[in-house]
Every structure is written in C-alpha cells, then in structure tokens.
C-alpha cells in the first residue's frame, strides 16, 4: 500500500514540477518577445511563432494566415520604432493543458508618446515542438 501511495504521489510531483516548467519557459518566451519588440526587431519577436502556414492571428481586422503574412501584417502595422512604442505584457494566465501544448491570456500596453497609447488583451494558443514552445494562435484585441 505505501508502495502505490509513494508511486503516486511521485508522479503527482512530477507532473506538477513538469508544468511550473513548462509555465516559466513560456513566460520566459513572452519576456524575450517584449525585448525584442523593444528593441524594434519584429522578424525576431516573430521567431517564437510557428513558421508556418498553419499560424493564425486574430485580430480586430479578422484572420492572417500563415506566418509570411503575420510578419508582413506587422511590418505594416509598426513600420517603425516610433508606431511600436514600447511594449509591456501582464501575463493574467498561464495554462498548461498537457504536456505540450498551454494557453495564455494577458493585456499588452504600446506606450507611444507621439502617437498616442495602445493596448488590448491577448489569447495565444502555444504547443511544444521538438522541446521548444512556439505560438500557433495569438488572438489580439
């Protein structure tokens, strides 16, 4: 009986320490992310998504597919460091769901003195693979 009491709890534990893992890893994603923002590199805050054609944003003009066309979307969007401002995130929510993949709700704050400040909230969808945590969904507003 100790023996099924010591083994489930080892795997409890495991689980439990695998996740706060996976968790600081994310969160340690998005602080990349926001330094490279900041820095006015949106090809390499972009490096965190999936490069691929399966990559959505959802955004307040509706869906970009594909991660050529996000990139292209915020090159746009931000065509220098003025209209990116500098950004902040507050991560709310960190959910790893399994093992691989997690969703993540936050609020992200443009501060753009000439400009005018922005900000809104954020759901990304994010899966593991080959050990690394990339963005296959960001729904912005």
Same mark, same amino acid.
């Given at each position: 009986?100790?023996? @099924?009491?010591?083994?489930?709890?080892?795997?409890?534990? *495991?689980?439990?320490?695998?996740?706060?893992?996976?968790?600081?890893?994310? @969160?340690?994603?998005?602080?990349?992310?926001?330094?490279?923002?900041?820095?006015? +590199?949106?090809?390499?805050?972009?490096?965190?998504?999936?490069? *691929?054609?399966?990559?959505?944003?959802?955004?307040?003009?509706?869906?970009?597919?594909?991660? +050529?066309?996000?990139?292209? @979307?915020?090159?746009?969007?931000?065509?220098?460091?003025?209209?990116?401002?500098? #950004?902040?995130?507050?991560?709310?929510?960190?959910?790893?769901?399994?093992?691989?993949?997690?969703?993540?709700?936050?609020?992200?704050?443009?501060? @753009?003195?000439?400009?005018? +400040?922005?900000?809104?909230?954020?759901?990304?969808? #994010?899966?593991?693979?080959?050990?690394?945590?990339?963005?296959?969904? +960001?729904?912005?507003?």
């Amino acid at each position: 009986m100790i023996t @099924r009491i010591s083994l489930l709890f080892l795997i409890s534990f *495991s689980a439990i320490a695998q996740a706060n893992s996976d968790e600081s890893s994310i @969160r340690n994603l998005l602080a990349k992310q926001n330094k490279l923002w900041n820095q006015g +590199d949106i090809p390499g805050f972009m490096a965190y998504y999936n490069h *691929s054609e399966d990559l959505k944003f959802i955004g307040k003009n509706g869906i970009t597919q594909g991660w +050529d066309a996000t990139l292209a @979307r915020y090159l746009k969007s931000y065509p220098n460091q003025e209209a990116m401002g500098q #950004l902040t995130f507050d991560i709310i929510e960190v959910d790893v769901t399994a093992s691989k993949t997690a969703w993540v709700i936050g609020k992200w704050h443009l501060a @753009r003195p000439k400009l005018g +400040d922005v900000g809104g909230h954020f759901t990304l969808l #994010l899966k593991k693979v080959k050990g690394k945590w990339l963005i296959f969904r +960001d729904h912005t507003s």
